[in-house]
């Protein structure tokens, strides 16, 4: 069976962001192969674990997927700072005839456009994606994926960090499905009593207190905040809010702008423009509100260069995604810059210490002994795309990797397949199923 429908069969996904189904990704072709090892989102340590832990297998699928898209250059990005990782995979990577690029400690450079820009120098054009300039960008986890998927296995486990206020800051091994909650205790508990959970972590993550959540195929980190903390207060901000405190508070001094990464790649986007037009109530102007549509919401401007405490890149999120629903399209032409995004990037340490994090930036190793709930939740939609098709029942019993809910052969989407032994007790938009 060719590469993309194992990979296909086996419900891969890209395993750190938005999940978009990776045998799609797969039927294109590339010159350049970027492994995104660079782990920015601060706190999360899942990547650096499974290249120090399994970089082999990482590297195979890596191998295995370059094959497929015809890349003539292999590329993996780490950042320099993560010494033991660059040491235990460049001579896997020189056997393998593939290059190991130290990255800056840098946010964010995890970003697709920004770390093509970083390794190739090429510029993704705005609204588009990195196959528009020869290069594919995949996750560390993904491609660990691919290798398990030649192997027969489908995914039915995560590698999750739980980091922040916890009593033991680890990387977990968890079924997909696995209550945030069970992997929090896993971690020792938190430790302090009132908390907000950031999934994905604190910049891009989403924020929440409902500890029976499930993990799900994208989920990369779970860190736990105290619910004092200011970036966790704004997290629960509702639209009228922000807007309000747009309209008294937004002195337009760009610096929103000035610190966006897309911005500084030469992207048409202005948060602050945007800002402006929330502040006067000129939200009738379309052409102008269009640029929301290049956010990647990064969240740099409201967690790091706003100096009036707002939130441009939740504003800049919402309009998008009204923009979206209502089917508003819009073309760039890619703007020149030149150098300024030297001296512009947004170092690591400090943007922890805004974030106001800075005693919780500790190690989070792999520990050992995967953790095994008595109940798991599998989502029928955890990726880009349509819900899959439940094919269990109440009452059936199904073993680990049984595919219990499958997508059609033209939707955009990914079978899903359970996680562990037991019975099915549930199934409506997610397939319980109690361990047994």
Not at 12 to 37: D, M, R, S, Y
Not at 279 to 290: N, Q, R, S, T, V
Not at 376 to 402: E, F, I, M, S, T
Request: glycine share 12%.
């Amino acid at each position: 069976m060719d590469l993309v429908s194992l990979v296909r069969g086996a419900g891969v996904v890209g395993a750190g962001g938005a999940g978009f189904p990776t045998h799609l990704k797969l039927q294109g072709a590339a010159e350049v192969l970027i492994l995104n090892g660079c782990e920015c989102e601060p706190l999360v340590k899942a990547d650096q674990q499974l290249l120090l832990h399994k970089g082999d297998e990482v590297l195979n699928g890596l191998g295995r997927a370059a094959g497929q898209v015809g890349a003539e250059r292999v590329v993996i990005g780490v950042k320099g700072k993560n010494k033991a990782v660059a040491a235990a995979i460049e001579p896997l990577a020189r056997e393998k005839r593939m290059e190991v690029v130290l990255l800056g400690d840098h946010y964010p450079v995890g970003d697709e456009h920004v770390l093509v820009r970083e390794v190739t120098g090429r510029a993704v054009p705005p609204g588009g994606i990195p196959l528009n300039v020869g290069v594919l960008v995949l996750n560390v986890e993904t491609t660990l994926n691919i290798a398990n998927a030649v192997s027969g296995r489908p995914v039915i486990e995560k590698f999750v960090t739980v980091s922040g206020a916890v009593r033991r800051p680890c990387t977990l091994r968890v079924p997909v499905g696995t209550s945030v909650g069970d992997c929090v205790s896993a971690a020792g508990g938190p430790s302090n009593d009132d908390y907000v959970l950031a999934l994905g972590g604190p910049m891009t993550g989403s924020f929440t207190r409902d500890t029976g959540l499930p993990v799900d195929k994208r989920t990369k980190a779970i860190v736990v905040m105290p619910a004092a903390n200011n970036v966790a207060q704004k997290a629960f901000l509702s639209l009228k809010a922000m807007t309000q405190r747009t309209g008294s508070a937004c002195c337009l001094c760009r610096a929103c702008t000035d610190l966006c990464p897309r911005y500084l790649l030469g992207h048409p986007i202005e948060p602050h423009q945007v800002m402006r037009a929330v502040a006067h109530f000129a939200l009738a102007d379309i052409d102008l509100l269009k640029m929301a549509l290049l956010c990647c919401e990064c969240r740099v401007c409201d967690k790091y260069a706003c100096p009036m405490d707002l939130t441009p890149g939740a504003v800049m999120g919402e309009i998008k995604r009204s923009l979206l629903a209502r089917g508003v399209k819009a073309r760039w032409e890619l703007r020149d810059w030149g150098p300024t995004l030297e001296g512009r990037r947004v170092p690591t340490g400090r943007l922890v210490g805004r974030l106001g994090l800075s005693g919780f930036d500790v190690e989070a190793p792999l520990l050992a002994k995967p953790v095994e709930p008595r109940r798991v939740a599998l989502p029928l939609r955890q990726y880009v795309g349509a819900p899959a098709r439940p094919l269990v029942r109440v009452g059936d019993q199904v073993k680990a990797g049984d595919m219990v809910a499958e997508v059609g052969g033209r939707d955009v989407g990914a079978h899903v397949h359970a996680s562990i032994q037991g019975m099915v007790s549930k199934v409506n938009s997610a397939i319980t199923i109690e361990a047994g």
